[in-house]
Nanobody, 125 residues
Framework: DVQLVESGGGSVLPGGSLKLSCTVS????????MGWFRQAPGKEREGVAS???????TYAESVKGRFTVSQDNGENTLSLQMNSLKPEDTAMYYC????????????????????WGQGTQVTVS
C-alpha cells in the first residue's frame, strides 16, 4: 500500500502563509492521482487541490489564486503552498492518493477508498 505522511501545519495569522508537505512512500500506478483535502469541525471533507495524472492542477474555488499544489517525483513529495490564509481555511488537511482511471477525478475521493495520510492541523486566527 502507498503510505502518506503530512507535515507543515500550524497556527498563523490571517494573511499569512504555510507550506504543507506530503511524503509519499512511492509514486506508482496506485498513486497517479494525488490531492489535498480538508475537513473543518462539523463539516464534510472537501477537495482543496489535486493533480489528476498528467492534467493541470485542479483547485477549489475558495482557494484559487491563493494555494498552489506541486509534485516532486524525485523527492516523492506533494506540496501545498498556502498564501493569504483566511480564518475559514482553518481545518485538518489531508494528503490523499488514488489510481486514476477512466473519468475518475480526485475531488470525488472519500475514505475508505484510496490512500490517506493522518492529517495536519492548520489554524488561522
Amino acid at each position: 500500500d502507498v503510505q502518506l505522511v503530512e507535515s507543515g501545519g500550524g497556527s498563523v495569522l490571517p494573511g499569512g502563509s504555510l507550506k504543507l508537505s506530503c511524503t509519499v512512500s512511492e509514486f506508482t500506478s496506485s498513486s497517479d492521482c494525488m490531492g489535498w483535502f480538508r475537513q473543518a469541525p462539523g463539516k464534510e471533507r472537501e477537495g482543496v487541490a489535486s493533480i489528476d495524472g498528467g492534467d493541470a492542477p485542479t483547485y477549489a474555488e475558495s482557494v484559487k489564486g491563493r494555494f498552489t499544489v506541486s509534485q516532486d517525483n524525485g523527492e516523492n513529495t506533494l506540496s501545498l503552498q498556502m498564501n493569504s490564509l483566511k480564518p475559514e481555511d482553518t481545518a485538518m488537511y489531508y494528503c490523499a492518493a488514488s489510481h486514476c482511471s477512466g473519468g475518475f477525478r480526485m475531488f470525488s475521493l472519500r475514505p475508505p477508498f484510496g490512500f490517506w495520510g493522518q492529517g495536519t492541523q492548520v489554524t488561522v486566527s
